[in-house]
Antibody, heavy 122, light 106 residues
């Protein structure tokens, strides 16, 4: 079974750093892109960025470029999303999801991780 | 940037057919995917490439895409279909989601 398991909920203060993870299993981790999606409280889905663990090729949404860093460690089948200095506005649920193919215009996100809730509050 | 427009909410009587639209400029030329998100849960893919159902998704879910509108159709709606539904496309190196539609089954 293809599965993505994310790290647990985090509570942080503004200005702190954070790295959350997404571990893939049941498939060849290096052969599929992994995307990150933000969902702010009561709001919709926003694509943040995507990484190909095979060679760490990474693309960012213009809205998130420079705000977060996406990385991957293929030796442990894990992708990461990190912040160097959190803001209260980063409070949200963050999902990772596998892109089901290498042709961007065709492939969909499936499956999704269970989500990691990040709360930033002083 | 490309925009996808969905109605905020759609209501359907139990057992009837619900249609959720997703509008975008010439969206018929793109591949549209649909996701279902129930409260407190992660999104789940219910339709990919306009009209294809992943394994495990009931036949009651179907999709179409033409011109400037893609449509997710849920036949014989059940209480368990109550959820938020999002359409999604890829455009100009970005993955774009619609704003989401809340489906209420009456």
């Amino acid at each position: 079974e293809v599965q993505l398991v994310q790290s647990g909920a985090e509570v942080k203060k503004p200005g702190e750093s954070l790295k959350i993870s997404c571990k893939g299993s049941g498939y060849s981790f290096t052969s599929y892109w992994i995307g990150w999606v933000r969902q702010m409280p009561g709001k919709g889905l926003e694509w943040m960025g995507i990484i190909y663990p095979g060679d760490s090729d990474t693309r960012y949404s213009p809205s998130f470029q420079g705000q977060v860093t996406i990385s991957a460690d293929k030796s442990i089948s894990t992708a990461y999303l990190q912040w160097s200095s959190l803001k209260a506005s980063d409070t949200a649920m963050y999902y990772c999801a596998r892109l089901g193919g290498t042709i961007f215009g065709v492939a969909s996100f499936d499956p999704w991780g269970q989500g990691t809730l990040v709360t930033v509050s002083s | 940037s490309y925009e996808l427009t969905q109605p905020l909410s759609v209501s359907v009587a139990l057992g009837q057919t619900a249609r959720i639209t997703c509008g975008g400029n010439n969206i018929g030329s793109k591949n549209v995917h649909w996701y279902q998100q129930k409260p407190g849960q992660a999104p789940v893919l219910v339709i990919y490439r306009d009209s294809n159902r992943p394994s495990g998704i009931p036949e009651r879910f179907s999709g179409s895409n033409s011109g400037n509108t893609a449509t997710l159709t849920i036949s014989r709606a059940q209480a368990g279909d109550e959820a938020d539904y999002y359409c999604q496309v890829w455009d100009s190196s970005s993955w774009v989601f619609g704003g989401g539609t809340k489906l209420t089954v009456l």
